[in-house]
C-alpha cells in the first residue's frame, strides 16, 4: 500500500515516462531542421538523473537586473532546462534555484561578452551552478554553453569554463536582396521580409538572432554587397530599426551594405566624390538619420570598385579615401567595413595579385574605425586555396577575416562539405609575419558570408547548418579543433548516441577534402561553369574577360597543367613573406595541395607518392569519389539515431552528391585527356560519357545566379 | 486505498492531463501555421469525454486492401484521432475497432471520392462509426470529413453523411516558374523543389498533397500558365515523376503548363503550327514518354495566344486547332485545359469582350477531351466583377471556372480577405441560360490559382489559408454557405471556442466587401499600380497599350465616370442573357456593385441611397476604412484564443491593412477630386496627403511581378 506522497510521485515518475516515450515516439513531425543545434533534445538515463539530482531545478537571476539582453538569459536557460528535463522548472526564486546568475562585474580588461561557469554555493546554503558574465551578454553566451555542454550529457557539477571571444566582431554577411532573391544562396528565398517590415517581424527574425546568438555572433550585415542604394532610404532605415529592435535583446548590432553611389543615386547630387563636401554633408546626414533611429547601428559594407559597383576609383581617388569619407560620417559610433575583394578590367597580369596590389601600399592610411575586411585566399573561396597574402602585409590596418559560409564552390546545398578544416587551415596558416592569419584578424573579427534562406532547415541542407555553426564557434575562439566543433554540433542537432558520433564526426571531417579531389585536386581552382557556378566547366575559354574562364586558371594544353605564379610567372609568390614564398616556389618540396596553383607543371612531373601528375590528379578524382561514396554508406548505417525526415533528406542529398561527383570526375578527366592525349592509368574507369555530352549539358535555372 | 486497476487509470487520468496541460501551455513554439487547418487541436471537455467513451479507441480497415490510398486514410484517421484525444491509440485490428472502413463498393452511378459516414454496429458486436467509400479516394475524403467534424467537437455518434463531388475536377494551378518565382506569389519563394528533383523530395510536397487531399483538391498543374518548354524536356518529366508518385496515395493527378511552341523551342521543328503532321508527331510522342514515367498523368493547361504566349493563331489556326491537336496526343489518357483568358493586341473596342469573342463561335467544335477555363469575370480577377458571360453561352463545351486564391487584387498576402463570398456570389449567378455558373461547371471543375509558397505558413498569412481551404470546399460543394465554410476553417485553424467563432467569422465574411469599397467600390475596376499591382494608381494613363491603364477602365473626367458597356458604348451587355442584360441595363435599376461597371455616369447621378454618385462613392471608400478598423479591433479581442505566435502575425498584418486602405481611399479620393473639382461631402475627411505625394510613391521590389 502507498501513502498519498508516494502515490503522487509515483503518478510523477509514470508521466514523465509518458512524456519522454511521446516526444521520442513522433519525431517525424517535429524533426523538420528549424530547432538548428538547439533542439535541447530530452535527456536519458545517467545524464537526466544527474541533472534531476538538482531538486528543485530553476533559475535564479542574482542581480535585479531589467535588462533585456539579461531576459533573454533567463528564457532561454529556462527553456533549455524544461527541453531537457522533458517538464515544467518550478518558478524562478531565489530560494531554489540551481543556476545562479551573475551578470556584470567592473573590469575593463575582460572582453565584452566573457563568461564562467563551475559549480559552487548558490543562496539557500545549497550548491549549484555558478553562471558569471562580465556584463549581460556575457550571461547570455554563458547560458548557450550551459545548454551546450548539458545537451551532450555533461555532468552539471563537472562543467567548469572561463571563455572570452577570441575577436571582437563576429558577424555574418548577407547576400540578400530586397526583393528576396539571394545571390549564392542555395536556401530558398532570403529570411528578410523587407516588403512588410516594419509592420511585420517574421517569427524567423526572431529565431535567426537567438540561433546566431547561441553561437556567439554579435554583428549582421542585412544586405547584399551589390547593394541598392535605395536601402538607405528612410523607408529602409525604418525597416531596419524594427529589425535592430529585434535583434538587441540578443546581442546583435546590424551593420548595412551601402552602395557608395548613394548621394548621387538618391540623394540628388551630381557625383559622390569621396572628397565633395557635399558628398561627405549628404553621408553626415544620412548617418545621423540612422543613428536617430538605431542608436547602435554598427556601420556600412561596402564593396567599391569590384566587380562593376561604384567606388573612389570612379573620381580618382584611393580606397583609403573612400572609407575614410564614411568613416567620418560614422564616428565615434561606428565602423566602416570595406571589402579587399577587387578585380578591375585593366590588370590583366593575375587577378591573385589585384588586391594585395590595390591596398599594400595604403596600409596606414585608413582611419581607426575602417576595417578592410579580406577574403581567405586572394582569388574567391575555391574550395581550397592559400592564405591571402594581405594577411600580415598590412600591420598599420584593421584586418578582418571574410570567409563564405554558403558553398558556391563547394557543391551548393546539396553535397556534404563541412568547412571548419577549411576556416581552421587558414586560421592557422604562419604569415610569415610573426603571426597566424587568427592573430592577425583576432584584434578585429571574422565575418562569414551567410548560407540561410526560406528553407524550413534554414541552411538548405540539415548538414549546412553545421557550417554557420562552425563559424561562430570558429569566430569565437580559432583555436577550436573541427573535430570538437563537428562533435558538439552533431550531438545536439541530430543525437548524442556515442555510436552515431564516432561515425558521422570523422565523415564529416574528410568532407571537404573529398569535395577538393572531385572538383579542383592538387591546387586547381575556378572550373566550374559560367555565371550560376554549377559543375563543372574547365573547358569554358571564350568569355569576354580572361579572368572569367576556367582555363585562365588551369592553363592546361598537351605539354602540362598549372597557373605558374612564381618569378617566371606572374610572380604572385612574391606578395607572401619570404619564407612563406620560399616553402611554395620549389616545385619539387611544396605541399601537392597547392602545387598547381602556383606552378605550371609536365603531366609526367613526379609525384611525391611515386606517380605522375597525370596519375595522381587521376588518383584524386577517383579518391573523392570513393570518400562520397563512404559518406553514403556511413550515413545508411545510422538510420536508428536520426528521424525519418532528416534521414531521408540527407540520404537524397548524398545521392545527389554521388552522382555529381562522378560528373565532375569524368567531366574534368574527359577535358584534360583531350588535351594531353594520354592513356588513363591502368584500371581507372573511362568517363562515363563522352566530353561533348558534358560540354553539351546546361542548367539555365540554377539557383543563387 | 485503491487497487491495482484503479492506480492505473487514476495515474493515466493524471498524465492525460499532465499532457494536455503541457500541448496548451506551449502553443507558441508549435503554431507557425504549417499545420493549416489540420492541427487536430486535443479536445477537452464533453467532447473528449464523448471520444474517449469509445474504449478502447482504434481503426479497422475492414477490407484487406493493399492499397495505397486507403493506407493513407488509416494513417490519417489515427494521426488525427491520437491528437485530437491527446494520447496513443490501441493498436488496430477487428476486435476493438470503433471506426470501420469499407472503401470499396460496384456503383459506376456514384462519383469517385463519394462517402457515407453513420454510426452503427461495427465488428465485435460493438456500436462504432462506419465510413463507407466509393473507392479508395472516397474513404480517405470521407475520414478528412470525419476528423473535421470531431475537430469542431461533434458528437461522434451524431455524425451521419452521404457527400458526393459535385464536380470531378477540383485544381489547383500553380504560376510557380522553374527558377523558383512565383508570378503573383506573395508567400515567398515557390514550394516546388525543382532544382534537387527529382533525386530530393520536400517533406513539404508531401504535406502539401495531404493539405489537398484534406479538401478534396485531386488535380495540380505544377507550372505557370506562362510556360518554359524547358519543363517538356526529359530531366523534368523526372522529376515530375517523383512528385507525381508522392501525390498518389492522396488521390492527386499532376498537370504540367504546356509551351504551344515547345516542339519548335526544344523540338527542333521549326514550327508550332497544330495542323503540321509533325508537330502532333511531336506532342504524340512526348505524351507518350510523359504517360511511360506518370501512367496516371492529367493532362497539359495551356494559355495561348494571350499576353505575349505563342498559340495557333500565330499560324493562321484557331483556339481549336491547338487545343484538339493536343487532345489527340492525350486521347484516351488526359485532358487538354485551354484558358479562355486571352487578350490580343489588336482588339481595342473592350477587353472584357475578347474572351467571348473568341471563343463562343468556337462552341462545339472542342474535342471531347478538351476543358475551356473560363475566369471567374471578364476581365482579370478584380475585387468584383460580374460573371464571366461565356458561362452558359457555350452549352456543347466543357467549361470549368478559374478562381484565384492568391490575392493579385486584394491586397496581397498582409490584407484579410477572406474570398468565399466573391466564388459564391459567381457560383451563385444565374447565366440566364437556365442554370448558374455553378451548374455550368459543375460537369467539369474548378481551378484555383493557388496561393502557396515557403512561407512556414504556407499562404503569406494565416488567413490566406481560409481561401486555399474554401476554394477545395466549394469545389467539393458549391452549395456550402461562406459561412459554415469560414467557421468550420476557423474552428479546426485557431479555436473552436463560440465566443472566438462569433467574432471572428462574420468578421471574414465581411472582409472582402470591405477590400472592394477601400479599392474599387460602385463596379470600378483595374485602378491599381502598374505592374506589381501593388497600391492605388487610378492616374495612371500613359501606358503602351490601352487596357494597361486603369484611365482606360474608369474613363473618369470632370462630367462623371464609368465604363459605358451598354449597347451606346462597347455593348459588352450583348454578351449576357437578354434578361441579364436587362437587368444590367437600366442605370436606374442595376445593382450599384456593378453600376460603373457597365455604366458611365454623372457626379451628380442620383443612388438609391438618396446621395449622389460621388457622395456614394466617398461613403463607400470610407466604409470600407472603417470596416477594416473594426476588423482590428475584433481581432484584438481574441488574443486569450490564439497562441501569440500566430496572435501577433495577424495583428500586425492587420496594422498594415488599416494602413493601406487609407492610403486607397485617400489616394484614390484625392484623384477624383483632381478631375471633378467637386467639394467632398460634409463632414468628410481630406486625404492625408496631396495627390502628388500618391503619384510619387514608387515600390520597385513589390512582390509576385
Known amino acids: 500500500m502507498m501513502r498519498g506522497r508516494e502515490l503522487v ?14 516526444s ?61 528535463l522533458g517538464r515544467k522548472l518550478s518558478p524562478m526564486g531565489e530560494e531554489n534555484g540551481i543556476v545562479w546568475l551573475e551578470c556584470k562585474f567592473d573590469d575593463d580588461e575582460v572582453p565584452s561578452g566573457s563568461f564562467g561557469i563551475g559549480s559552487g554555493d548558490v543562496p539557500a546554503n545549497r550548491e549549484g551552478i555558478q553562471l558569471v558574465g562580465v556584463d549581460p551578454v556575457g550571461c547570455l553566451y554563458g547560458v548557450y554553453a550551459l545548454l551546450r555542454e548539458l545537451s551532450q550529457g555533461a555532468d552539471p557539477f563537472a562543467i567548469s569554463t572561463i571563455s572570452t571571444p577570441a575577436m571582437p566582431l563576429r558577424m555574418l554577411n548577407h547576400w540578400d536582396n530586397p526583393d ?5 544562396g542555395y536556401a530558398g528565398r532570403s529570411i528578410f521580409d523587407w516588403w512588410h517590415l516594419p509592420e511585420r517581424l517574421d517569427q524567423r527574425m526572431i529565431d535567426y538572432a537567438r540561433a546566431n546568438a547561441s553561437i556567439g555572433i554579435n554583428a549582421v550585415a542585412v544586405n547584399n554587397v551589390n547593394a541598392r542604394a535605395m536601402m538607405l532610404e ?21 551593420f548595412l551594405s551601402a552602395r557608395f553611389s548613394a548621394p548621387r543615386d538618391i540623394g540628388g547630387l551630381d557625383t559622390a566624390d569621396p572628397l565633395d563636401p557635399r558628398v561627405a554633408a549628404w553621408w553626415q546626414a544620412k548617418a545621423d538619420e540612422i543613428y536617430a533611429a538605431i542608436p547602435d547601428f554598427g556601420g556600412f559594407l561596402v564593396k ?43 590588370d590583366e597580369t593575375d587577378r591573385a595579385k589585384q588586391a594585395y596590389e590595390e591596398f599594400v601600399p595604403l596600409d596606414g592610411q585608413f582611419a581607426d574605425n575602417v576595417i578592410v575586411q579580406v577574403k581567405n585566399g586572394p582569388i574567391d573561396f575555391q574550395p581550397r586555396e592559400p592564405f591571402h597574402p594581405m594577411f600580415g602585409a598590412m600591420p598599420n ?59 524550413r532547415n534554414w541552411s538548405g541542407s540539415d548538414f549546412d547548418q553545421a557550417n554557420w555553426y562552425a563559424f561562430g564557434r570558429l569566430a569565437w575562439d580559432p583555436t577550436l579543433s573541427s573535430e570538437q566543433i563537428a562533435r558538439e554540433w552533431a550531438a545536439q542537432t541530430f543525437s548524442r548516441e556515442e555510436p552515431f558520433l564516432d561515425a558521422v564526426v570523422p565523415m564529416m571531417l574528410e568532407s571537404r577534402e573529398a569535395v577538393v579531389d572531385y572538383m579542383t585536386p592538387l591546387g586547381l581552382a575556378h572550373l566550374m561553369a559560367t555565371g550560376h557556378h554549377y559543375g563543372p566547366g574547365p573547358w569554358v575559354c571564350d568569355l569576354g574577360r580572361p579572368e572569367w574562364n576556367p582555363c585562365y586558371y588551369h592553363r592546361a594544353d598537351a605539354e602540362g597543367i598549372g597557373f605558374d605564379r612564381t618569378v617566371t610567372g606572374s610572380d604572385a609568390l612574391s606578395q607572401y613573406a619570404p619564407q612563406v614564398a620560399a ?12 602545387l598547381l596553383w602556383f606552378h605550371h607543371v609536365a603531366w609526367d612531373h613526379p609525384m611525391p607518392t611515386g606517380r605522375s601528375l597525370w596519375a595522381e590528379l587521376v588518383h584524386r578524382y577517383d579518391r573523392g569519389v570513393a570518400k562520397v561514396d563512404e559518406m553514403a554508406e556511413i550515413w545508411t548505417g545510422q538510420q536508428e539515431f536520426v528521424d525519418p525526415q532528416r534521414f531521408r533528406a540527407v540520404t537524397e542529398n548524398l545521392a545527389i552528391q554521388q552522382a555529381e561527383a562522378r560528373w565532375w570526375r569524368d567531366a574534368s578527366i574527359a577535358y ?24 553539351s549539358l546546361s542548367f539555365p535555372e540554377a539557383p543563387g545566379n
Open 397 to 455: 590596418t584593421h584586418l578582418m577575416l571574410e570567409a563564405q559560409i554558403t558553398k558556391e564552390y563547394l557543391g551548393f546545398a546539396s553535397h556534404l562539405a563541412f568547412l571548419a578544416p577549411m576556416w581552421e587551415e587558414v586560421l592557422d596558416a604562419d604569415t610569415g609575419h610573426g603571426a597566424t592569419v587568427a592573430e592577425v584578424v583576432s584584434p578585429v573579427g571574422m565575418a562569414g558570408v551567410g548560407n540561410t534562406g526560406s528553407d
Open 24 to 84: 521520442l515516439a513522433s519525431p517525424a513531425q517535429a524533426e523538420d531542421g528549424y530547432d538548428l543545434w538547439l533542439r535541447y533534445a530530452p535527456l536519458e538515463g545517467e545524464a537526466l538523473e544527474r541533472l534531476e539530482a538538482f531538486d528543485p531545478v530553476s533559475v535564479t537571476n542574482s542581480g535585479a537586473y531589467d535588462d533585456p539582453i539579461v531576459r533573454t538569459a533567463v528564457e532561454e536557460l529556462h527553456r533549455g532546462l524544461e527541453q531537457l
Open 9 to 22: 510521485n509515483r503518478i510523477a515518475a509514470v508521466c514523465l515516462t509518458v512524456l519522454a516515450a511521446l
Open 672 to 695: 584534360w585527356l583531350s588535351l594531353n592525349g594520354l592513356d588513363l592509368p591502368e584500371g581507372v574507369q573511362p568517363p562515363a560519357e563522352s566530353l561533348e555530352y558534358y560540354r
Open 180 to 184: 528576396g532573391h539571394v545571390e549564392r
Open 304 to 346: 567599391a570598385n569590384s566587380e562593376g559597383q561604384p567606388g573612389p576609383q570612379d573620381y580618382g581617388r584611393t580606397h583609403a579615401d573612400g572609407a575614410n569619407m564614411l568613416a567620418e560620417a560614422l564616428r565615434d559610433r561606428g565602423t566602416v567595413i570595406w571589402r579587399a575583394f577587387v578585380y578591375s578590367a585593366e
Open 234 to 254: 528612410k523607408r529602409y532605415i525604418e525597416k531596419l530599426a524594427r529589425l535592430a529592435d529585434a535583434w538587441r535583446p540578443y546581442g546583435i548590432r546590424v
Open 583 to 594: 616553402e611554395w616556389e620549389d616545385v619539387a618540396t611544396i605541399d601537392p595541395a597547392y
